[in-house]
């Protein structure tokens, strides 16, 4: 049986940690709804940037797997599932991120920025810093 990816349909919420690590990464973790019955997989697939972006928030599409079967239920059942992203490295401008659905996006933004700019710094070697646990919390659905 193959597998079929798509946009899932609806984001619920976005939640950015900072990961205590060295250097420093950014955790992000999406709640959203999909109308795939029993996702083998999810995930947030980061866009592809040749120059950052302007206002700083980063965007990601929200997608799920699932196996292709010619049985698939056809009631539009929407289903909860959850993806996650580490950000390896923290641009020094990041503001924040955005996540699409096919139907919605939401955006989380850091909600310290004085935080934000020390992870920069201990990331250019100028200061210890490390943070952990959740900094943010969902922003308005688009």
Do not use: C, W
Request: proline share 9%.
């Amino acid at each position: 049986m193959s597998q079929v990816t798509h946009v899932i349909i609806d984001i619920q919420d976005v939640t950015l940690a900072i990961l205590k690590s060295n250097p420093p990464q950014l955790s992000i973790v999406a709640v959203g709804l999909t109308l795939a019955e029993k996702p083998v997989s999810a995930a947030l697939n980061p866009y592809e940037y040749f120059i950052p972006p302007s206002d700083g928030i980063y965007e990601f599409s929200f997608v799920a797997t699932r196996e292709s079967s010619p049985a698939r239920d056809a009631r539009n059942v929407v289903y909860p599932i959850v993806a996650s992203h580490v950000m390896t490295h923290i641009p020094p401008h990041l503001k924040g991120v955005r996540i699409h659905g096919s139907t919605s996006s939401r955006e989380s933004l850091l909600s310290a920025p004085e935080k934000a700019r020390e992870i920069v710094l201990a990331l250019n070697g100028s200061v210890g810093v490390a943070v952990e646990g959740p900094i943010t919390g969902g922003g308005p659905v688009r």
